[in-house]
């Protein structure tokens, strides 16, 4: 007991998310586990649905991901709506930006420097 599994090491979560496709074959999770604090929704919860009997490991791991995504969209999205000019440019630290699988599935329409 203790030991983290091989497979939840973050280049194997990298190289599991890559094997689905974008959309995580319908499968969505909301990451807001302990609430959110940008935008300010302390009461979030978090969830995941989209599960079949077909839903794979890496459906999860993708979905996972993408529901960040998302998240650190919507933080964006409400700094905008406070009239903050973020020039369409989004600045990513720590890990976020680090990991190949968020690079990979990063919308292009929103331009990252890290």
């Known amino acids: 007991m203790g030991g983290r599994s091989p497979a939840a090491r973050p280049t194997n979560l990298d190289r599991i998310g890559a094997l689905a496709p974008p ?42 991901v993408e529901g960040v995504i998302c998240g650190l969209l919507a933080g964006v999205d409400a700094l905008e709506r406070c009239d903050v000019d ?14 190949p699988c968020i690079a990979k599935c990063w919308p292009i329409s929103r331009r990252v420097r890290s």
């Open 23 to 64: 959309g995580a074959n319908g499968v969505v999770l909301v990451p807001y586990l302990d609430g959110e604090r940008t935008p300010l929704l302390p009461t979030a919860t978090g969830s995941l649905s989209g599960l079949r009997t077909s839903t794979t490991i890496a459906d999860i791991v993708r979905a996972s």
């Open 86 to 99: 973020t020039n369409g440019r989004i600045l990513a630290v720590g890990g976020v930006r680090a990991r």
